[in-house]
């Protein structure tokens, strides 16, 4: 049977019609919400394409039941900064050209700016274990580092 | 209007010639498709090659729209190509927009291929922009009424170069018009498709655009999460969602399904035909549901794959199916007895996976007797012949859109998808989206093939090659077409058990080194199941590059080792011009010490260092990759520290973003040298995700990545998508040879691979 729930994403709350409790947040944000972020990349928690913030944490969506999710609230990229008002992650990703195919932009902006929230000035070697765990297949890696870098930089 | 509606709005060319001042330039295609579609639709001009109208067009405005039949997979083609038609035609490069990859709006210029994008593709589109130039010069002179040879352009406004007075603009001489303008056509389609013109093509010296970095136009769509950036987010009223079924083993079929195992999943169905099987359901959560609920009893075929411990001994030994000799010069037998050392050794490298960043999807709508496909693959054209073939419809009903896709290295599982989808929206009626899970993108993908090489050389007195020997042996690199343009391509073909269409091709090494003798061949072996493999073979980025230029790099390094020679003193002795400028260039970035390489004789330390260097050309380009590696003697692990590459590929359009180019393909390179092999057991691929399937991760990536551009604005471009692929595991092999003494001839240098190497 489905049963309603509500949701807070990027600052607006939605009600959705869940038919399994089990269903994973990312199914939710892209086909009830109609987000097109974040992405399914795996759904095994191993390449970080669907990560939100959950009450400010880093999550991957793709493996976080909506029943663990209820009354949280949730960011995404989207809400994360605008064009015209930009995230400094964001703002220096596009300074640096950072993604190629940019799939996997999500998980490293949304974990990144978890990252800098607990550790605004990090080094080469945090902003690496920071990230660590997180794909890219195009290998921009060294762009990554660089706009994070510029982002602690800006902040 | 959303993004979603201006894709699915039935643009035609015409629609947006006619948007004409409307159009802004800086931004993403599907902004741009916007402001054409609110334009009124006129009769459409069918897409003609020989028909400048078909290449490019001028707004009312003055701006312009290029229609490339290409793809740009996030290394900025479209950007190149819109410097280069920008520098012809006089205009700033934010004043193009280029439109990528419709089958309707472009014409078949081969899709993503080859890294032709800038060579082939940018002097096809120079000529174009040429022809109109010089058609737009005419017009000025008649308007103006004066000759020709008197007029000057400038942003577009053309001029009398004695009356700066007198002038117009591109926009009042023909914005919104068509040119009518025939050209000369090589008459073929594809990468090679190709004009003839006599109009006067700008002198290098007078470049004003091409050599600058404009920025992408993608970028922000894609951090700023846009909609419709990707073809995962274009949704249509009213689509179905599809997972696919691959078998648990390869080479089984299904005896029979229990359609009722999936009963209490809202909506869920199969669908089923010949061997493929798929499950949709309108909410994507209930058709994955589905496909991991779905009982099915399968056939038990026996084991299709050799044992995974001795692949390279059944390469060596299965039959040669086809051999090429590829390059010959004066005879290596007659010239080795003369040798004062011969040198042989064997090399070996794994099957690898495009393993893209997301499984491909797809979407299909057949609406009003025509099939309309997005698809992230990287030959659009291709698919939509593929998708007509498949559902035996004309191919002028078939409409491919490219959208940009999860990864883009070659014929990966994109084409499976456009095909699957069109298949399924055509039988049931409803638009389909299907997307792969983790595994369709691993497990079954086309793969990068497996293949051992064996080199022969030898030295004379002076230290100098004398005779060579390269063969390479193994599966070919297209046991299916490195597009989809036919079902036989497709695994959905094959499992309706279409008759195969094999193609055997490998390579060998491309190098300039002077050896008055040498023998290069290639053999090629049947794949270990014939079709719906997982291991099924087709390009992937820079195919056959690595592993041939591996083993070919690997052993230039044993060859200067024997001689006693300083590895970088050594390729120069055989080497001259653009290519000897090239190592010198990498060798004086990286800081090279001149020495015989290998490990001071004391060194008893547990994690030690050792430089490399490996040099390659690929159809005219030239990359040259120093690295430097710390290897712990007791783990195996290898980490590539640092690197300096030097890059010539002709003409640089773009600095910038071929700088991103370069760092993006040496990263990928080193994650597939010393990471990547596909596992498989006797009946399947074992590698079904990233824990199965590692990749480099950021620990890893190097610490410093220098990057030497040789620019010769005089030499048309000679490609760059790729061609830095292929030198780095050379150079990282010569670097453990370095600083271990021990020479590694298997790929990936894994520390499970490499473990004991050392002791």
């Known amino acids: ?155 | 209007m959303t993004h979603l509606d201006l894709l699915r709005t039935d643009l035609t060319r015409r629609g947006v010639l006619k948007s004409a001042g409307a159009l802004v330039v800086s931004f993403s295609a599907p902004a741009a498709l916007a402001q054409a579609a609110t334009a009124a639709v006129a009769a459409p001009k069918p897409l003609d090659p020989t028909q400048l109208d078909s290449y490019l067009a001028i707004h009312r405005d003055g701006s312009a729209t290029v229609f490339f039949g290409k793809i740009d997979g996030g290394q900025g083609t479209d950007v190149g190509i819109a410097q280069i038609v920008a520098e012809e035609l006089d205009l700033p490069a934010d004043r193009v927009a280029v439109i990528l990859g419709d089958t309707a709006l472009t014409l078949n210029q081969g899709g993503a291929s080859g890294s032709f994008g800038i060579n082939w593709g940018g002097r096809t589109m120079r000529k174009a922009a040429a022809e109109a130039r010089q058609f737009l010069l005419q017009l000025a002179a008649k308007r103006l009424k004066v000759p020709a040879e008197t007029l000057t352009v400038a942003n577009g406004v053309v001029s009398v170069a004695d009356a700066p007075g007198k002038k117009i603009g591109y926009g009042q001489l023909i914005g919104g018009k068509f040119f009518n303008v025939p050209l000369k056509w090589n008459g073929k389609y594809g990468i090679v498709l190709d004009i003839d013109s006599t109009a006067p093509l700008k002198k290098p010296a007078d470049y004003k655009v091409v050599g600058t970095s404009p920025k992408r136009r993608d970028v922000k769509a894609k951090v700023f999460a846009q909609a419709a950036t990707y073809v995962t987010d274009i949704r249509v009223p009213g689509m179905l969602h599809a997972r696919v079924i691959r078998p648990p083993v390869a080479g089984a079929t299904a005896n029979s399904v229990d359609a009722s195992s999936i009963d209490g999943i809202p909506g869920a169905r199969v669908v089923q035909k010949g061997g493929y099987i798929a499950v949709v359901a309108e909410k994507e959560w209930n058709a994955i549901r589905a496909a991991q609920r779905l009982k099915i009893d399968w056939s038990q075929p026996a084991p299709a794959f050799a044992d995974p411990a001795k692949l390279y001994d059944h390469i060596r030994k299965a039959p040669v199916r086809k051999r090429v000799v590829e390059k010959q010069k004066g005879s290596v037998d007659d010239a080795m007895p003369g040798a004062v050392q011969v040198v042989t050794a064997d090399y070996a490298w794994p099957f690898q996976s495009h393993a893209s960043m997301g499984s491909a999807c797809a979407l299909a709508e057949m609406k009003d007797g025509k099939m309309t496909v997005w698809t992230g693959t990287q030959k659009p054209h291709y698919a939509q012949q593929g998708v007509a073939a498949l559902l035996d419809i004309p191919v002028e009903r078939v409409h491919a859109i490219w959208v940009t896709g999860p990864g883009s290295y070659g014929r990966n599982d994109a084409g499976d998808a456009a095909l699957e989808a069109a298949f399924l929206a055509h039988e049931l009626g409803k638009p389909v989206r299907v997307q792969g899970m983790r595994a369709e993108g691993i497990a079954w993908d086309p793969k990068a093939p497996a293949s051992v090489h064996h080199a022969r050389a030898g030295l004379d007195a002076s230290g100098k090659i004398v005779a060579y020997q390269f063969e390479s042996k193994g599966f070919s690199r297209l046991e299916i077409e490195s597009n989809e343009s036919h079902p036989a391509y497709s695994l959905i073909g094959q499992q309706w058990g279409l008759p195969l269409k094999p193609i055997d091709s490998f390579g060998t090494p491309d190098e300039a080194y002077d050896i008055p003798n040498r023998l290069m061949a290639w053999e090629t072996i049947a794949p270990m199941l014939d079709r719906a493999s997982p291991l099924r073979t087709s390009h992937q980025r820079d195919p056959v590059g690595p592993q041939i230029h591996f083993a070919s790099e690997s052993f230039i390094d044993e060859l200067a080792l024997a001689a006693k020679a300083d590895p970088v003193a050594f390729r120069l002795r055989h080497l001259s011009g653009r290519d000897a400028a090239a190592v010198k260039a990498a060798a004086e970035k990286f800081g090279w010490e001149t020495r015989v390489s290998g490990p001071a004789a004391d060194s008893k330390a547990d994690v030690v260092t050792g430089r490399g260097i490996a040099y390659a050309k690929r159809l005219g380009t030239i990359v040259v990759v120093a690295a430097e590696v710390e290897v712990d003697r007791r783990s195996g692990k290898v980490r590539a520290k640092r690197f300096a590459v030097a890059h010539d590929c002709g003409c640089i359009v773009n600095p910038a973003l071929l700088h991103n180019t370069i760092e993006g393909n040496i990263v990928q390179a080193t994650s597939r040298s010393l990471w990547e092999e596909v596992r498989f057991d006797r009946q399947k691929v074992t590698s079904v995700d990233w824990a199965t399937y590692p990749i480099l991760d950021i620990t890893e990536a190097p610490e410093k990545i220098d990057i030497v551009l040789l620019d010769h604005p005089e030499i048309p471009p000679s490609g760059a998508g790729e061609p830095s692929s292929r030198p780095v595991a050379g150079a990282i092999a010569n670097a453990i040879f370095d600083a271990t003494g021990v020479r590694i001839r298997r790929a990936p240098f894994r520390p499970e691979n490499l473990k004991g190497s050392f002791a």
Not at chain 1, 25 to 36: I, K, V
Request: glycine fraction near 10%; include cysteine.
């Open chain 1, 1 to 155: 049977m489905a049963t309603q729930m509500r949701l807070t994403v990027d600052g607006k709350s939605h009600v959705i019609s869940v038919d399994d409790p089990d269903m994973p947040l990312l199914y939710a944000l892209r086909d009830e919400l109609g987000l097109s972020n974040p992405h399914f990349g795996c759904g095994l928690a191993q390449c970080g394409a669907c990560t939100v913030h959950v009450n400010g944490e880093a999550t991957r969506s793709c493996v976080t039941p909506l029943s663990a999710v209820k009354g949280a609230t949730i960011v995404t990229l989207a809400g994360l900064g605008t064009a015209e008002h930009p995230h400094p992650l964001q703002a220096a990703y596009v300074e640096e050209q950072v993604p190629q195919c940019g799939y996997c932009v999500n998980g490293w902006i949304m974990t990144a700016a978890a990252l800098l929230k607990s550790n605004p000035h990090p080094s080469d070697a945090d902003i690496r274990k920071g990230l660590s765990g997180l794909k890219c297949r195009c290998g921009t890696h060294m762009a990554i580092i660089r706009a994070v870098k510029r982002a602690a930089s800006m902040a």
